[in-house]
């Protein structure tokens, strides 16, 4: 492991986290209040900044704003960053900033337009869980990923967590990255992620690589970052799934 000198990282969230997140090393959740100890839950944990926006500003100023034939919706995206992107140290910040990205990403008025049966509304509040801990991965404009903690391989750490079997495990994490990857929701996660500095993407095809996603920087090296992915992942993954508590079915 890679890391640098930061002390524990402590949030108070809008709504209490599932306390079984503490079976993964570094990690307790107490309620609404998690604590991080960035040397035991991360595998790499090379930067301690972020780059964030001002979720009402996302909200008041991009959310509704329309693409045109001079501007599509990336662009929009890369401006609002350009204008009102900060770079913070506040981890805390971070979390809070991803929690609302997701609370609207992954809210309950999808369900009936997704098409999953079995995907109910507790298992979107896994993936807004899951998803507001991956904001604090991070990968830097050459491509590098700087860090990597157990929620970059989404179904293995949602199977320790949430005693998810193989087969919903998977089919959470394309609710994830693939079942609502159509145009509407991806202009949504587009927009929505300039809060979180940049865009959501996707190392993987589909489930069974578990390739993970991070939110990277417009302009940063995508060979660099796929090679760099492959490099790690199978470790870090097995790593992961030996926290199960039950066996998998």
Request: net charge negative; proline share 4%; charged share 20%.
């Amino acid at each position: 492991m890679t890391t640098i000198d930061t002390k524990a990282i402590t949030v108070e969230l809008p709504q209490a986290f599932d306390e079984r997140w503490s079976r993964l090393p570094g990690i307790q959740v107490e309620g609404r209040r998690i604590t991080i100890d960035p040397a035991e839950y991360f595998f790499r944990f090379e930067s301690n900044t972020w780059l964030v926006a001002d979720w009402e500003l996302v909200k008041s100023q991009l959310l509704d704003v329309q693409e045109t034939t001079e501007s599509a919706v990336e662009q929009l995206a890369l401006n609002f960053i350009k204008a009102h992107g900060e770079s913070t140290s506040d981890a805390a910040r971070v979390l809070s900033t991803a929690y609302e990205v997701y609370a609207y990403l992954f809210r309950d008025e999808h369900l009936d337009g997704l098409s999953l049966p079995q995907i109910t509304a507790e298992h979107l509040r896994m993936l807004r869980e899951a998803a507001t801990l991956m904001a604090l991965n991070k990968v830097e404009l050459d491509g590098h990923i700087s860090n990597v903690g157990p929620c970059w391989f989404f179904p293995a750490a949602t199977s320790v967590v949430f005693d998810l079997d193989d087969e919903m495990g998977g089919m959470l994490d394309e609710v994830y990255h693939g079942g609502w990857f159509n145009e509407h929701r991806r202009i949504e996660s587009i927009k929505a992620h300039a809060a979180l500095g940049g865009r959501l993407v996707h190392g993987c095809q589909s489930v069974p690589d578990q390739s993970g996603g991070v939110v990277a920087p417009y302009g940063a090296s995508m060979a660099n970052f796929r090679d760099d992915l492959a490099a790690f992942k199978t470790g870090w993954i097995e790593q992961v799934y030996a926290h199960r508590v039950t066996p998998a079915a």
